[in-house]
């Protein structure tokens, strides 16, 4: 099999894009034709950005993992579809290949079924990385019924709020999860959820760490058990359910600046045919390697290039449990020797984390095998592109800086490996389907190069957001309603002399710490929730490691708390209680007041020169009410 859209040269990037935007409906046409469809689309693209109202290959039918799975089997059928590995490396690797994979995922489908599950309705998942993850989300996919993956670093109180959003009256969750030295009581969070979910009617059980865990009668199964039933009763096959191109195929639960997270919904023929396109193109991915990306299947990376992108393909996933520093910083290039790895995907929070260990964890390690590398979910910084593309691709790999989002589905816009050109910390060149803008503040587009402003798209790709679950109008205001017309990314770029652009950033009041989004808000009614704070206000600040770390600045009833450092104990307890370990800030600082205009509003402007050490560039502090406040918390830095 070779993909006969898989762009070769830099002239058939320019004609391609330059066909996307001229004949959108004629270019994703002759994509999608080679996907496998039980009914053809009747038409190709229907959309406004006003209300917003987007639909790709209307009336069309097809189950994505008839194109994941089934139309591989027969070319295909013995070769590895997933490889995984697990996090303690003296624990032996498992290999599915497509007919294994095939099988197993008919086989949960069958227990889904079994249990009740119908299409539309929605499951979450809540497991580790091992292959039961993958065989969940595509069992769930051939059902027809909409998962919803929660990233294990999730608390109770997370779960149970998106539980309660999807109202999801199933959950296929694990005893518990080993990531590094740490096992995740998985069953024992989800029981902790379950207290606020009273719907939820069945919670199936996989076993991993054999930790001690409460099953309930009536609700909590195991999946070994259910298998064993579909084995007894001789279930093999499983008719995938058909699904209109614009069913709903996941919710992905993500942070925006305001208010708790929210579901974007993806659907299933745009989402399918956009991952696919994006990861053949973007990696150059060629029958028979191995894909390694290190993501979780738990965020929006993981769904589309551990899952859907690599398998629609009929590549080879590789998917890892542990973390790369644990045994120790060598893990990554052992799995890349042991595996004969060639695609390596992965974040930049990884990295730096890696060069903090130096080179020695890389010699004598045989990296021969990779041939391209790649990075995702947050700004590269130029030094750990160099330690990357040096030390790692020995300067002959070609790096992709993906930029994307978990509303975008796949990658907009990103370098093709080997054949448009890179240039270290730039995403570079959009891909086909993807028109960026750079607009200012007043919403006029910036035109030339050289300019800077805030990242907006102004026609739809096959796998843009279709809505956020249950509340179609939070989709309209987040990101359709900042600008006319135009879809608002909430980051801000640059775009250089050729053309090619540097994401910058988040320009709203998100923040992305090791490549995990999180919203300030979010975070601030979580520390607000403790019992000694009156009001907070938290901001990102500039983290060697993490890309961005957090920095919470807590007024305390009384003024400040009798034992700082039990209260900030205390108040990193409740923040990990609320939403979970990975929004823990780095820094509290107490202080009397905060700095707000007369009218009330925090001035997160100054805040964020505070944290970032910026005290004399903190400007204009005449039309706050206390200016005064300003010196106290400069002061008080920590
Ligand atoms: C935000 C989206 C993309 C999937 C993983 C994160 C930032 C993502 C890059 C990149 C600079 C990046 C943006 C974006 N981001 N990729 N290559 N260069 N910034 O998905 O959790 O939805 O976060 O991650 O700020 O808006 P996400």
Known sequence: MSYPYQIKS???YQSAYAKSLAQPTE????????????KHWEMTLDWNFVEPHVRWFMGGKLNITENCIDRHLKDRGNQPALIWEPNDPDEAHR???YKQLYDKVCQFAHVLRNNGVKKGDRICIYMG?????????????RIGAIHSVIFGGFSA??????????HAEFIITSDGAYRGGKDIPLKSIIDDALIACPFVKRVIVSTRTRTPISMIKGRDVWWEDEIKKIETLGLHDFEPEIMDSEDPLFILYTSGSTGKPKGVVHACAGYMIYTNYTFINVFQYQPGEIHFCTADIGWITGHSYIVYGPLSAGGTSLMFEGIPTWPDASRFWDIVEKHKVNILYTAPTAIR????????PLEGKNLDSLRVLGTVGEPINEEAWHWYNTNVGKGKCPIVDTWWQTETGGTLISNLAGITPAKASYATLPMPGVEPVLVDEKGEIITGNNVSGNLCLRSPWPSIIRTTYGDHERCRTNYFATYHNMYFTGDGAYRDENGFYRITGRVDDVLNVSGHRIGTAEVENAINMHAGVIESAVVGFPHDVKGQGIYAFVVYSGDTPADAHLSRQDILQTVTRVIGAIAKPDKIQFVSGLPKTRSGKIMRRILRKIAEGELEQIGDTTTLLDPGVVEEIKAGRV
Do not use: N
């Open 157 to 166: 109180q997370s779960i149970a709020d998106r539980l309660q959003d999807a």
């Open 27 to 38: 270019f994703w046409g002759e994509i999608a034709s080679y996907f496998t469809w039980r």
């Open 353 to 360: 984390s890696l060069m903090s260990f130096g080179t020695a």
């Open 129 to 141: 990385m091992t292959p039961e993850l993958a065989i969940a989300v595509l069992a769930c996919a």
């Open 10 to 12: 830099f002239e058939e």
């Open 95 to 97: 290999v599915l290949t």
